[in-house]
């Protein structure tokens, strides 16, 4: 009798192989075909649960974004300050550990396919995960304003906070030099400054 294989099980057998591969080589250098062969399966098997490569890039991504996204969640209720939330948040940005450079190297390698898309799922992927950041941006702005640390104003610049965190990130692509981790430090400090109650 067949063994019996557990689809979600499979693909995720599948996505966190692509992960490692995708964290070594590159994406640029990733060879379905070699893949294939390195995880032991035959082409037919592959196709039965990705069709090109480009929907294991997106299934890969869109894993390890949720699995991101938990991750931050569940730390960020053990941070005090508000600092430390923040840095958590976009750790994706300033972390050295190789749980965030793996990450942020797929995000660089990528970020062609979902810029500007006009596939209606990768949209909606980008929609929510934005939805995702401003709530835990929301929550944190929420915490300080409770706590009487910011004004009561002051939520109306969280989503500037990320938009700006991104812009940097790609200006730290683009211009040689660019420390990141240092300009999102100051940058994060000088919102500190700004928002907190005299």
């Known amino acids: 009798m067949p063994k019996m294989v557990n689809k979600e099980e499979k693909i995720d057998f599948i996505c966190d192989e692509a992960y490692k591969m995708f964290a070594d080589i590159g994406i640029e250098a990733f060879s379905l075909n070699q893949f294939i062969v390195s995880i032991n399966m035959s082409k037919g098997q592959f196709y039965h649960y990705f069709s090109t490569k480009e929907q294991l890039i997106y299934q890969v ?3 390890k974004v949720f699995e991101l996204n938990a991750h931050i969640i569940e730390v960020c209720k053990h941070k005090k300050s508000f600092m430390e939330k923040l840095n958590l948040l976009f750790a994706i940005y300033m972390s050295e550990e190789a749980y ?3 990450f942020r190297k797929l995000m660089v390698d990528t970020m062609h396919l979902y810029i500007n898309s006009h596939d209606s799922t990768i949209r909606e992927f980008n929609t929510t995960m934005y939805q995702t950041v401003f709530a835990i941006l ?3 702005f929420d915490e300080e304003i ?3 640390n910011f004004h009561k104003d002051a ?3 969280a989503k500037s906070i990320c938009a700006t965190a991104d812009g940097m990130f790609l200006q730290s692509l683009m211009v040689d030099n660019y420390d990141l981790k240092v300009e999102l430090s100051n940058y994060f400090l000088e919102i500190e400054k700004l928002l907190k109650k005299k």
């Open 138 to 140: 929301d929550e944190i």
């Open 100 to 102: 965030y450079t793996d």
């Open 155 to 157: 939520k109306s610049i």
């Open 146 to 148: 409770q706590k009487d």
């Open 61 to 63: 991504m869109s894993k």
